[in-house]
């Protein structure tokens, strides 16, 4: 899969969401944007931290980026953001998409196995 890096419009809605930055006590950290494509570069092609390019920062330093954003649920922010964003402006066309019917039940039949767990976890 090709690899693009975050273009200036993408950027205004990401970097609203981002940690602030920490003091500037030793050495600085990687610009923000560069540890995001950085992070979207291994998300995107699959490969794994090592082989991050270095011009995204270290390995260890987007890495731990990428924790950081996962323990406070940036993520989830940037996406719920996007989405709104996509619909307001007409950019997400729905006509292509799919449903998992796993958890449907059948017509004819009993519930489905994940169902079954899932009543008993919450009943306990």
Not at 21 to 39: E, Y
Not at 93 to 111: E, M, Q, V
């Amino acid at each position: 899969m090709v690899f693009r890096e975050i273009d200036d419009d993408l950027w205004e809605i990401v970097q609203k969401y981002l940690p602030p930055t920490k003091p500037h006590i030793g050495r600085p950290r990687c610009d923000l944007r560069g540890l995001i494509n950085g992070i979207l570069y291994v998300l995107t092609t699959g490969c794994s931290w090592l082989d991050v390019p270095t011009n995204y920062g270290t390995k260890s330093t987007v890495h731990r980026y990428h924790l950081e954003l996962c323990e406070r649920g940036v993520y989830q922010a940037i996406f719920l953001d996007l989405l709104r964003t996509g619909y307001e402006i007409k950019k997400i066309d729905l006509s292509h998409c799919a449903t998992d019917t796993k958890d449907i039940p059948a017509k004819k039949g009993d519930r489905p196995a994940m169902m079954a767990i899932k009543r008993q976890k919450g009943a306990s």
